[in-house]
């Protein structure tokens, strides 16, 4: 009469892998596909956080402005006729406005714009003075800077003599310059940086690859299940002996 060889723990072992093999199996893609969404996601995530801080711009302090109130030309005691350009410098920390003005001499009683601004001038052209309609004699010319708190930085060209003109017009209207509101300049703030196209490239790139490493992942992993199982299911089979 044969006798039978039995190993029984070897054949419980089977029986229990053979109970829990399929869950297993079923279990493992879901795994892999969680391990890829969460590689995926972080990559998606890193390349934001992961990049230079761009240093903000910082704006240099203005440099402080001397107040210059001065007219270069005509000079004192000059002789004038026609129009008259007036240059000169109208420089003020604050600025708001000049004014031009002219009054005749001696007394300077009575004043008269003649021109203005609300930007300065530097070393430029203040105004343009027409003297054909003024009585010859000696004039006074006011150069006046004004600030944003109303003060005033003032200059005067005296002694300036007006020729009998040829031809005279009719006395010319007073122009009349009101004070403009101080401009207000909004800088723009930086634009926010875009990934360029390489870095897109670059990003498709990695996920691709992470892609391909999970599901390359995946395949190795469930063969060396299978192998496994084949491995302990052969060890574990019944052994006949004579």
């Known amino acids: 009469m044969n006798s039978v060889g039995y190993n029984r723990p070897a054949f419980s072992a089977m029986r229990h892998l053979r109970h829990i093999r399929r869950p297993i199996v079923r279990a493992l893609p879901i795994a892999f596909a969680i391990v890829a969404a969460a590689l995926c996601g972080g990559l998606a995530i890193a390349p934001a956080g992961a990049q230079t801080p761009i240093p903000p711009t910082r704006t240099p302090a203005p440099t402080p402005i001397a107040p210059l109130a001065r007219i270069v030309t005509p000079v004192r005691g000059q002789t004038l006729a026609d129009s ?5 410098s109208a420089l003020l920390q604050g600025f708001a ?7 005749s001499e001696p007394d300077l009683k009575t004043w008269t714009v003649l021109g203005g601004g609300t930007q300065m001038v530097d070393n430029g052209a203040l105004s343009t003075w027409n003297t054909r309609a003024l009585a010859p004699g000696e004039y006074a010319l006011r150069l006046q800077v004004f600030g944003a708190d109303g003060k005033s930085t003032d200059v005067l060209v005296r002694n300036l003599v007006v020729a009998a003109q040829a031809t005279s017009a009719p006395p010319a209207a007073a122009a009349t310059v009101a004070p403009a509101a101080r401009a207000t300049v909004t800088t723009p703030a930086a634009a926010a940086a875009t990934p360029s196209i390489a870095d897109a490239f670059l990003k498709g790139v990695r996920v691709t690859a992470l892609a391909f490493g999970g599901l390359a992942a995946y395949l190795l992993l469930k063969k060396l299940a299978f192998a496994l ?5 052969g060890e574990s089979r019944i052994d006949y002996g004579a």
Do not use: K, L
């Open 84 to 88: 008259v350009t007036v240059q000169g």
């Open 229 to 233: 199982w084949r491995r302990v299911r």
């Open 97 to 103: 406005r000049y004014e031009i003005a002219y009054a």
